[in-house]
């Protein structure tokens, strides 16, 4: 089946730091999404992305759509502490399907 | 508009018990879905519904049941529950199939089987 691979796993930063994190896939796909979950919380979308090459940002946040089309980042700059919780990537395949990658866990160090 | 419900947050069955999941949603969506999610997973699609009266297999759909007799409501049913099931489950909706994001979650319910 499809398989989305998503890097970092967790990432340990300073507050005030940025962030990048980014998906591969095995398959062509559509759309991408990346959510955010907070703990004992469903998933939260932050940015969707819906051409190859497309660059979209969400105040502190900035995602692309690879040209490939098997290819998603996410930037977050100047972390904060609110931005601690699980990142998803997911990207929605030509029947419409989301495959969704294993997450990458923020965490801020004190 | 309270968006996607589920309830309960919490169970705890034996192995052989069957239960339902609830997941009501009030934005009028045509496309809801049921994931799965276990630790160092992605969702698990195990079910989806593109209206009432429609249903289809996910990823992983055995050992659940889904039915969608309205617009609002699309219960899980976990037949005969297993350790395997053991996970937390989420229900999400959309305006349509069409529409390129699961743009709504519910909290999740987290069961255990032992």
């Known amino acids: 089946g499809q398989q989305l691979n998503q890097s970092p796993q967790s990432m340990f930063i300073q507050e005030g730091e940025d962030v990048s994190m980014n998906c591969t896939s095995s398959?062509?796909?559509?759309?991408w999404l990346w959510y955010k979950q907070d703990p004992g919380e469903g998933p939260v979308l932050l940015i969707a992305?819906?051409?190859a090459g497309e660059l979209t940002s969400n105040g502190r946040l900035t995602a692309q759509f690879g040209i490939t089309r098997k290819d998603s980042f996410l930037n977050i700059s100047a972390s904060i502490p609110s931005d601690v919780g699980i990142y998803f990537c997911a990207g929605k395949d030509s029947n419409y399907q989301l495959i969704w990658g294993a997450g990458t866990k923020l965490i801020i160090k004190p | 508009n309270a968006g996607v419900t589920q309830t309960p947050k919490f169970q705890v069955l034996k192995t052989g018990q069957s239960m339902t999941l609830q997941c009501a949603q009030d934005?009028?969506?045509?496309?809801m879905s049921w994931y799965r999610q276990d630790p160092g997973m992605g969702l698990r699609l195990i079910h989806y519904s593109v209206g009432a009266g429609i249903t289809d297999q996910g990823e992983v759909p055995n050992g659940y049941n889904v039915s969608r007799s309205t617009t609002e409501d699309f219960p899980l049913r976990l037949l005969s529950a297993a350790p395997s099931q053991t996970s937390v489950y989420f229900c999400a909706s959309s305006y349509s199939e069409l529409s390129n994001t699961e743009a709504f979650f519910g909290q999740g319910t987290r069961l255990t089987v032992v």
């Open positions: 934005m009028n969506h045509e496309y």
């Open positions: 398959s062509i796909f559509n759309t």
């Open positions: 992305l819906y051409k």
